[in-house]
């Protein structure tokens, strides 16, 4: 399964045509963290939220939770900004009138207290109603 799951919602209604937000919630597996979308290193791979073109909708921005910062046994003074647990990214979107099944992207890597799992994307899928 994957590490991190797409939580809610399943379907948002927003006015068509203005920037809106979308409080869209996941939750990264027990034992597992994932970079924040600002990691410590230029080397770790940042968290990150898309919507593809031509979708019905676009994202103007993504507004990002702060990380926690946690140290792993093998580098106790390295502090990693991390998600844990649940988090929100708030998504800007705009949509046109109608409705749009939208296919968001959650771009991610996720790591345990001694190694780091491949890169992994995500569908996210919400309906979006333009009204």
């Given at each position: 399964?994957?590490?991190?799951?797409?939580?809610?919602?399943?379907?948002?209604?927003?006015?068509?045509?203005?920037?809106?937000?979308?409080?869209?919630?996941?939750?990264?597996?027990?034992?597992?963290?994932?970079?924040?979308?600002?990691?410590?290193?230029?080397?770790?791979?940042?968290?990150?939220?898309?919507?593809?073109?031509?979708?019905?909708?676009?994202?103007?921005?993504?507004?990002?939770?702060?990380?926690?910062?946690?140290s792993?046994?093998?580098?106790?003074?390295?502090?990693?900004?991390?998600?844990?647990?649940?988090?929100?990214?708030?998504a800007?979107?705009?949509?046109?009138?109608?409705?749009h099944?939208?296919?968001?992207?959650?771009?991610?890597?996720?790591c345990?207290?001694?190694?780091c799992?491949?890169?992994?994307?995500?569908?996210?899928?919400?309906?979006?109603?333009?009204?």
């Open positions: 399964s994957d590490a991190v799951a797409f939580l809610s919602p399943a379907q948002a209604t927003v006015p068509a045509g203005k920037p809106s937000l979308i409080n869209l919630r996941f939750r990264v597996a027990q034992g597992l963290h994932i970079n924040s979308h600002l990691p410590s290193g230029d080397y770790l791979i940042p968290t990150t939220l898309s919507i593809p073109d031509g979708a019905g909708a676009r994202l103007d921005a993504a507004i990002y939770p702060n990380g926690s910062f946690i792993l046994p093998i580098d106790p003074k390295n502090k990693l900004s991390v998600y844990t647990g649940e988090f929100v990214i708030q800007r979107i705009v949509a046109t009138a109608g409705s099944t939208i296919q968001a992207k959650l771009h991610y890597q996720a345990d207290q001694h190694q799992l491949p890169p992994k994307t995500i569908t996210v899928p919400i309906q979006v109603i333009g009204k």
